[in-house]
Each structure stands twice: as structure tokens, then as C-alpha cells.
């Protein structure tokens, strides 16, 4: 993973990237002043101030008193869980006192890229009551395995079309014991998900912000969706079948 990924990823926690690079540098070079943080980024004093103070208020680094002042990096996994633990708490605040969105009615929505797809498949996946239906390639599986466990481990039902290689899986094979799957030809970019017989998307992944997937809580589409995938469950089966004889 480059620097470029590391300080992409520290913004996402809520540093600026001149803050990110400040912080990257105290923990690889140890604890740093002003100067010698300046010194180690090529940026002024000033600007390197300016962004050890936002560490230490947004809690990335401590200051260390002496006859010159002097700054160290918060542990990055204790910085990570705090603000982690920190947005849960705004989330939770957020819920109490905000109007609940209303009952979907029959919308359909555009989900476009392939990042907020993903995040989509997540709740789906977590407001499972009773049952879902999926048809996607393995390397989209293999990443929600733990939910899908979870749904196994509360009764509900999974079926599952996936590529006959995911199907070997000694992993994916002990994580979704219980659940009903059969190999079909199912591409790497496709997702086709219905749940609890309320909730359907498909669409495609293409490994970035032009991926689309339609998402729809309509009664007609949900139907058409669970009639087609029955039908491809069951033309599966009788291939295996035929296979067999």
C-alpha cells in the first residue's frame, strides 16, 4: 500500500492529509517539534504547528512537555477505535433525536458506484428478518460471509446461486452450513439480491464509481425477481439431474 492509500485512508478518519502526513511521520521517525516535523515534510513551521495541534485535538497525539515542546503519535490502532467509538456515540445521538425516514413506497432507486453497492448488500443483508435470496460470484460472497453466518446462526433461510469454484470452498462451505446453494453461471460483476420477499437489487459491480445497481421495495418487481431466480434454481437442479442419469 502506497503513502497516497495510507493518507487516503487516515482523512477518512477525520484528519486533513497535511495532518495525515504529520501524523504518518510520527510514527515512523518517533516524537518530533515543530521544527523538526517541518524539516521532515518540507512544509513551514508554520503549517507544521498548525497540524500537530489538529492532531492533538482530534486525538492522534500527545504532547510531551519539556523545555521544548515535543509531540508523539497516539497509538494508530487506539486513534482508530476512539474515533471509531466516537461517531458511534454522534450515530446513536443522531438516531434519538432525528424524524425516522419515512416507509419506503414502492421506489426505484439508482445506486450508483461500487462502494456505496456494497454498503447497500451490508443493510440488506443486516435487516434480514426471515429469508434471502442471492445470486452473485464468489470474490462479492467471500466478503459477506460473517453476515450471512450471523443470518444462519438466527434461523433464517439463505439460498445462494455462486460459481462452482466458490462452492469448493472449505471456508465458504463451513461458514454458510445450513444454506441451500447451487453452482450457475453467475459473472464476476453481477448482484442479484432479494430479501425477506420486500427488497430487491441487481445490477453490476465494475470496480468503480460507474458501477449501477437498481434498488426497488416495488411488490411487481420483487415477484418478477423471486420468480425468475426459482426458475433458475430449478433448471439448475435439473441439469444436475440429467447430469446424474
Partial sequence: MTTTNHLDLLVE???????????LSLLSDGDLNGYEAAKAL????????????GLVDKGAAWLIEGSVTRYTAVPLAEFCDNRLRA???????LLAALPRQKTETGSYITIKG?????NRFHHLLLGVRERVYLALHGQVLIRFLDELSELLKRSCK???????????????REKLAGAHMQAGAVSF??????????????GELTGGAKAGCLYSDQKHLVDLFKTALRNELRLIEL????GEE
Fill in 114 to 118: 461500487d462502494t456505496q453497492i456494497l
Fill in 13 to 23: 478518519f477525520g484528519l486533513t492529509r497535511r495532518e495525515a502526513s504529520v501524523y
Fill in 189 to 202: 460483476d453481477q448482484v442479484r439480491v432479494i430479501v425477506d420477499s420486500h427488497h430487491v437489487m441487481t
Fill in 158 to 172: 439463505i439460498v445462494i446461486i455462486t460459481d462452482a469454484r466458490t462452492l469448493q470452498s472449505a471456508e465458504v
Fill in 87 to 93: 461517531l458511534a456515540r454522534s450515530r446513536d445521538k
Fill in 42 to 53: 518540507g512544509i513551514s513551521r508554520s503549517n507544521a504547528y498548525t497540524a500537530l495541534a
Fill in 239 to 242: 441439469g444436475a439431474e440429467i
